[in-house]
T-cell receptor, first 111, second 112 residues
Framework: EDQVTQSPEALRLQEGESSSLNCSYTVSGLRGLFWYRQDPGKGPEFLFTLYSAGEEKEKERLKATLTKKESFLHITAPKPEDSATYLCAVRSTDSWGKLQFGAGTQVVVTP | DAGVIQSPRHEVTEMGQEVTLRCKPISGHDYLFWYRQTMMRGLELLIYFNNNVPIDDSGMPEDRFSAKMPNASFSTLKIQPSEPRDSAVYFC??????????FGDGTRLSIL
């Protein structure tokens, strides 16, 4: 069965203090790994898709990387507006459409 | 561009009542998903459709839950009868092929 584990559960950062979130996954075959951001009262907002080990994607202060067993979301010089819950999800070759989500990392960035 | 549209945004009803949640996916998307989110269990997939056909409903909690997709632009999730433990935020999402899912803003359901 596909499994996704995110760590840490929560992260408190000072503005400008860079950090990384981890997403470890177990799938029979990876069809894609997805990062989302979720703000309170909103649905998850798509950030990145990664398909193969070694791939990297960047958007503003966020950078996602992928290995064969885990993905990292690096937040560089975060700002208070980066405060959100960050979710990781995987799609496996066994279950064409299904996205399996991790529990998320709640990030709070203080001024 | 219009995203995934869900209605209602909030629903408060009494135990035993029928609840119907509605979803309009992004035009052109061929996959539609229903997820439920709670503090305890996170985001759980309930059911998903491909080209209006249910593919996997193994996440549907029990027979009180049913979902339909009569056409490419509309889906419903129905709970009958509702129970307090069904209280959660229900999300609809859609995707094109095996690309990323795009989510609506959810329906916050409270069963008293």
């Amino acid at each position: 069965e596909d499994q996704v584990t995110q760590s840490p559960e929560a992260l408190r950062l000072q503005e400008g203090e860079s950090s990384s979130l981890n997403c470890s996954y177990t799938v029979s075959g990876l069809r894609g790994l997805f990062w989302y951001r979720q703000d309170p009262g909103k649905g998850p907002e798509f950030l990145f898709t990664l398909y193969s080990a070694g791939e990297e994607k960047e958007k503003e202060r966020l950078k996602a990387t992928l290995t064969k067993k885990e993905s990292f979301l690096h937040i560089t010089a975060p700002k208070p507006e980066d405060s959100a819950t960050y979710l990781c999800a995987v799609r496996s070759t066994d279950s064409w459409g299904k996205l399996q989500f991790g529990a998320g990392t709640q990030v709070v960035v203080t001024p | 561009d219009a995203g995934v549209i869900q209605s209602p945004r909030h629903e408060v009803t009494e135990m035993g009542q029928e609840v119907t949640l509605r979803c309009k996916p992004i035009s052109g998307h061929d996959y539609l998903f229903w997820y439920r989110q709670t503090m305890m269990r996170g985001l759980e997939l309930l059911i998903y459709f491909n080209n209006n056909v249910p593919i996997d409903d193994s996440g549907m909690p029990e027979d009180r839950f049913s979902a339909k997709m009569p056409n490419a632009s509309f889906s419903t999730l129905k709970i009958q009868p509702s129970e307090p433990r069904d209280s959660a935020v229900y999300f609809c999402a859609s995707s094109a092929g095996t690309g990323p899912c795009f989510f609506g803003d959810g329906t916050r359901l409270s069963i008293l």
